[in-house]
């Protein structure tokens, strides 16, 4: 069983910035951040793999960086230029290797509002 631990979600203006944190406690194939807004499905954020290959939804590219530090099985999300429609729950996903099924975090409120 991995265990995901998430930080870094909240409030900020428009046009702030947030930086999120998972820490899994094994090394990964890949992770990543999805999120959900009320009354929409979840949809992939960001993902990266241990090897650094990134892979952004269209609608935070140019804005939000992942990245990753292997050593302590943990990846980021630089959350810049954020904008009310990025409010919602952001959860960290794990993927052991490229067959095994996924591990979700417990998911962390990010809200921009001003």
């Known amino acids: 069983q991995v265990q995901l631990v998430e930080s870094g979600g909240g409030l900020v203006q428009p046009g702030g910035s947030l930086r999120l944190s998972c820490a899994a406690s094994g090394s990964f194939y890949a992770m990543g951040w999805y999120r959900q807004a009320p009354g929409k499905q979840r949809a992939l954020v960001a993902q990266i793999t241990s090897g650094g290959t990134t892979n952004y939804a269209l609608s935070v590219k140019d804005r939000f960086t992942i990245s990753r530090d292997n050593a302590k099985n943990t990846v980021y999300l630089q959350m810049n230029s954020l904008k009310p429609e990025d409010t919602a729950v952001y959860y960290c996903?794990?993927?052991?290797?490229?067959?095994?099924?996924?591990?979700w975090g417990q998911g962390t409120q990010v809200t921009v509002s001003s």
């Open positions: 996903n794990y993927k052991r290797n490229p067959f095994a099924g996924d591990y």
